[in-house]
């Protein structure tokens, strides 16, 4: 068995830890859990790093506790909450006397890139091959280790977040006591998570609908190009239904779970919980009302969305054929009861797929991206080697390392 990799995501509503490893391209998991978590992180900040802090090492200690391994590193999954995406095409001379491609031939050019790509402000995150060459015009999508040629040529997308936004997550990592070796954009990794599942076409736009945000990504050839962030999720309906109904916010919260949204048309009225109006009156609440208030907010998301995937274009060149790919859905908004027939009955694309992780014991939308970075750190370490290195800036005076 291959040493197991922890991962962690820390979104706006929990903190989530995967431990596993991968087998036959796929995430085998040991371990996976949830940790509701709200108020240490907004628009994709830390807003309370105490507060998460404490809910990263409660989360990890409880993880080493149930699976009797020693946690000390970890792979984090950033929000794409300001990221940048470039291409780059760089070469290298051939290290070995014999011209034959070894690995470190591919760090060298990895090196090359991570070198040129000089942005103040931003931090690198990834550097992804897309596409290897050898001087006699062979192509590869892995990297051609023993193959002879004088020079090698790697074709990658380079992935930059603001540092700040960067410093801000290492820093909750580093401060709960864990080494960070590694971190991906949440959105890249879940394109490769996707890159081995059947039913997932090659090009397509990816939507993870959370909780305090919906980011659209565009995936093409499994490479990831852009994504938009929408600053609305489903805390943004459970505010929604507090509001409508004056209620607290974990009466809001239930309600939605367990009753969603209902297109039937009920001839009697069934009482599911008691609100306040605007006078101060005690007023029912029935499942038709709820309904209604649920509706009414989901119309306005969806008319956001549309919005949204004209952006993702529009920012992608205007390429009006993009708007044809088919679209991908995750995230804990898409399983609302209900939220996947309003979808169908409103959206005009045919080609549209909610997916849902396979992988035994994270069955679940909400680990999609942990699952990914099981599968991103894979690739990382077999293509261009495990470097143990820190996330840090670019800078004039700092040389920028992934």
């Not at 149930?66 to 000390?72: C, E």
């Amino acid at each position: 068995m291959s040493k197991p990799i922890v991962v962690v995501e820390l979104s706006h509503s929990a903190v989530k830890v995967l431990i596993g490893y991968e087998l036959c391209n796929q995430p085998i998991v040991l371990y996976a859990s949830k940790t509701p978590l709200r108020g240490a992180i907004s628009e994709g900040h830390i807003v309370n790093a105490p507060l998460l802090v404490g809910a990263v090492k409660k989360a990890l200690d409880e993880a080493a506790q149930r699976t009797k391994l020693p946690i000390k590193e970890i792979v984090l999954a950033l929000p794409s909450n300001g990221q940048q995406i470039f291409q780059a095409n760089r070469s290298s001379t051939v290290v070995s006397p014999a011209a034959r491609v070894e690995q470190i031939d591919v760090k060298n050019v990895i090196n090359i890139i991570r070198r040129d790509a000089q942005l103040e402000g931003t931090t690198i995150v990834g550097i992804i091959p897309d596409l290897y060459a050898l001087e006699d015009g062979k192509r590869f999508i892995e990297p051609p280790i023993g193959y002879t040629s004088p020079t090698l040529t790697i074709q990658a997308k380079i992935h930059l977040l603001p540092t700040k936004l960067c410093d801000e997550y290492a820093n909750v990592i580093e401060e709960a006591g864990y080494q960070l070796v590694k971190a991906f954009l949440d959105t890249y990794a879940v394109s490769e998570l996707f890159k081995s599942y059947p039913n997932v076409p090659n090009k397509y736009i990816l939507a993870d609908l959370g909780a305090q945000k919906s980011s659209l990504s565009l995936i093409a050839n499994d490479s990831l190009f852009g994504t938009i962030i929408l600053n609305k999720g489903g805390d943004d309906l459970i505010s929604h239904i507090q509001k409508t109904f004056n209620l607290d916010a974990k009466l809001a919260e239930e309600l939605i779970i367990k009753y969603g949204y209902d297109a039937r048309i009920l001839n009697y009225q069934t009482k599911i919980a008691d609100g306040v109006s605007s006078t101060n009156i005690k007023q029912p609440i029935y499942v038709d009302t709820l309904g209604e208030a649920i509706t009414s907010w989901l119309s306005e998301y969806i008319s956001l969305f549309h919005v949204g995937l004209k952006q993702l274009i529009a920012e992608q060149g205007g390429n009006e054929a993009l708007g044809d790919y088919p679209l991908v859905i995750i995230g804990g908004l898409a399983d609302l009861n209900g939220f996947t027939t309003y979808f169908y009955e409103h959206e005009t694309k045919e080609n549209v797929s909610f997916i849902t992780p396979t992988s035994f014991g994270a069955r679940n939308g909400t680990y999609a991206v942990t699952l990914g970075l099981i599968k991103a750190y894979t690739r990382y370490k077999n293509e261009i080697g495990d470097e143990h290195v820190k996330v840090t800036n670019i800078s004039r005076n700092n040389e920028p390392r992934i």
